[in-house]
């Protein structure tokens, strides 16, 4: 989610929009379309790809690719599901189509997982990143509770974020969110400002492979390409639907480029060095650095409360809640302590985004669409092709494979972290 990757993600709901007419106005063209697309696969993972390179080694960037490449065709796998009925308008209708219910409650279960942990990322990061910036602050006590500095910056981050939860439109924040496109750019400038004129230059060599780091690698790699929620709701609000696999294509490039390029001047400027986020590497006191830091620190803030949402008006239904302000304000500000209380307890960035990535992010941009895909080409009679069955059936068992290995390395590393 990506958030994200995250920014656009959260704009998708469980329940289907109201229809709309045929005509196309309110519809988005191929280039607005693009943007939307970039921004869904653009967030975090870019401060964590440098790392994630540093862990896999060089040779990790062709494992980097291929996920990219599977990935596209699973978000045309995606458009195919929803060519099959008019009624499906959401990633959870998807699943109900292959699937019936428990269709719709797994796809939206994995959504929501994701986007929770996607806000204890949010979190974890605005700490590290505070405390970069203020190194000199120091821990203080709460009661009879000893609380560091970082901490500190994570509660402090959640008190800021707390308010933004409370609405119920979310209309200005949304339209801040959009420039997560440009915070990106903005964030890979100054890191190369910080190399080029700031004396770090790109002398590092790294390694051609690093066999114990792959699995960490693969997963925070899968991070980066989780914007499959927010698909449908792109595809929809497309005025020439024929040209969204162009419009997928185009994104991928982007992203992919974006990422990669991120992830190599990472790795030159610092090699097994690396931190589990790039700004956590720049020399302390530059005005590049600073801006490097402040970019990653807004964006969060902004995206918080979008990426809250969805959850909450989830559980509000469950509840039975309704229009009572009171109850709303108290079922959201019960998700956000929810998620400073993971911040806090499990405070390791980089191993929250690889276990998002393994075990949430891969299921959902691969296992999920392949799976569903197949069962609804049963059920509306699509040609069946052999090629097509065979990428299928190898994308499950390459995104088994990378749920399984980076789910289990990464709740290793958080558990040896938390000993």
Partial sequence: MAATNTSATVSSNTDPPPSSSSSS???????????NGVNALSGIGLLSIPYALSQGGWSSLSIFLAIAIICCYTGVLLQRCMDASPLVSTYPDIGALAFGRRGRLAVAAFMYLELYLVAVDFLILEGDNLHKLFPSVSGFRLGGLRVSAKQGFVLAATLAVLPTTWFSSL???AYAAACGALASVV?????????????????????LVHWAGLPSAVSLFSFCFSGHAVFPMIYNGMKDRKRFPMV????????TLSY???GVIGYLMY?????????????????S????????????????????????????AALGVGKSRLLRVLVRTALVVGTAVVALAVPFFADVVALTGALLSCTATMLLPCLCYL?????????????????????VVVGGAIVALGTYSSVKQIVQRLK
Avoid at 248 to 255: A, D, G, N, T, Y
């Fill in 25 to 35: 106005s309110g519809k988005t063209g191929f280039l607005k379309t693009c943007f």
């Fill in 171 to 173: 209309g200005v924040l």
């Fill in 187 to 207: 964030l890979v400038a100054a890191v190369v400002w910080v190399a080029v004129f700031d004396g770090v230059g790109f002398h590092q060599r790294g390694r």
């Fill in 248 to 255: 997928l294509f185009i994104c991928f490039l982007v992203s």
């Fill in 260 to 262: 990669g390029f991120m």
């Fill in 271 to 287: 090699g097994d060095a690396l931190m589990s986020q790039v700004t956590l590497n720049l020399p302390a006191g530059k005005a």
């Fill in 289 to 316: 650095s600073k801006v490097a830091i402040y970019t990653t620190l807004v964006n969060p803030l902004t995206k918080y409360a979008l990426v809250i949402a969805p959850i909450a008006e989830a559980v509000e």
């Fill in 375 to 395: 069962r609804v080409r049963n059920k509306v009679g699509y040609r069946k092709r052999w090629v097509e069955t065979v990428a299928c059936v190898v994308i």
